[in-house]
């Protein structure tokens, strides 16, 4: 992959990125939060945005969105296949929303 294709894929998840988050915001702001892991205020900011900043701001070649947690136990309740997903993800939802709820303290 080629340098200048990365930055393409980067804008292009930056993009997708923020139109993502204006929707969520927009269809439920405090769930959108809590998802996002953004502030109130920046969830005011995003929505505000017009369709001609956010082809500004995806435009940048740095990613927009990280990976919201390091927790090493998260990733692999995620990427056990041997477990059903569906209760290995709700553990993983249960741990992540305790780290965020220490993150507010």
Not at 13 to 41: K, M
Not at 77 to 86: G, V
Request: proline share 1%; charged share 25%; net charge negative.
């Amino acid at each position: 992959m080629t340098s200048t294709h990365l930055i393409e894929e980067i804008r292009d998840a930056n993009l997708s990125y923020l139109l993502l988050a204006q929707q969520l915001i927009r269809e439920d702001r405090a769930e959108a939060v809590v998802r996002l892991g953004i502030s109130e205020g920046t969830a005011e900011l995003l929505d505000q945005l017009t369709t001609a900043q956010v082809l500004k701001i995806a435009s940048n070649n740095v990613m927009m969105c990280s990976l919201r947690f390091e927790d090493e136990q998260v990733w692999k309740l995620l990427s056990n296949e041997k477990k059903d997903p569906q209760v290995s993800g709700l553990h993983a939802a249960i741990l992540m929303a305790g780290k965020a709820a220490e993150q507010c303290v």
